[in-house]
């Protein structure tokens, strides 16, 4: 039976960059697949080279226990480059507005094929240990994490979740869909995005996607 491991990750704020923003970086609401990665590949200690490889076959489920609200924040960009880090001159340094995250917490459901790394993560999940700091987006939104269990991995009929979702039944959820975005779904090794789709996030929405029954919960899970 394939298993599937359970845990809360939140922090006092998050910025997952959108990947179409430049001068005044914005913010999704929902973590995209590849941060998701990303944060286990640190809490397994995979380098930066290698997460995405060895972490490309995950599936991966995502519940927001409430929707986090966005703030701007100006951030002083400081130019490193001539060797210091606390240069004098005014040149050297650029304020400028990003979007945060303020209170951000998720819940992940993630089912890894290769059992060596389930059982390694689920071991640091159970003892609160990571290699490497998780952050939610940025390495200033220091996360914290709480394993909330591991559950059969059970294919389901029903297809009404409050879980995130790519696929919906429009008829079945007018006014219903809470935050809807465009992301990238999949990274290539150098962390190049190389799909992109929408993705939903309501309460009792009707999904087309794959789900499976996770514990009490009804949950859509992707692995591409």
Not at 17 to 25: A, V
Not at 43 to 56: D, I, P, R, T, V
Not at 70 to 79: A, D, E, R, S, V
Not at 161 to 177: F, H, L
Request: aromatic share 12%; hydrophobic share 35%; glycine share 6%.
């Amino acid at each position: 039976m394939s298993k599937v491991l359970k845990f809360k990750i939140d922090s006092t704020f998050g910025h997952f960059r959108q990947f179409n923003t430049t001068s005044s970086p914005m913010t999704y609401t929902i973590p995209p697949k590849p941060t998701i990665q990303g944060i286990i590949g640190a809490m397994l200690g995979l380098s930066k080279k290698e997460y995405l490889e060895k972490l490309k076959d995950v599936m991966i489920g995502i519940q927001l226990p409430k929707i986090p609200r966005k703030m701007f924040l100006t951030i002083n960009i400081i130019n490193t480059k001539r060797g210091y880090l606390f240069p004098l001159d005014v040149g050297s340094r650029t304020p400028i507005r990003y979007q945060y995250l303020r209170n951000p917490e998720y819940i992940i459901y993630v089912h890894i094929p290769d059992e060596e790394l389930h059982n390694e993560l689920k071991r640091r999940l159970e003892e609160h240990r990571s290699v490497y700091p998780p952050f939610l987006g940025t390495t200033e939104c220091i996360a914290d994490f709480k394993f909330l269990g591991e559950y059969d991995l059970i294919e389901s009929n029903d297809k009404i979740v409050s879980s995130v979702v790519r696929t919906i039944d429009w008829e079945n959820n007018k006014g219903m869909i809470e935050v809807e975005e465009y992301q990238h779904f999949i990274m290539k090794p150098g962390r190049i995005p190389i799909r992109f789709g929408t993705v939903y996030y309501g309460k009792n929405i009707t999904t087309l996607d794959k789900t499976y029954k996770i514990g009490d919960e009804n949950v859509a899970m992707w692995q591409d």
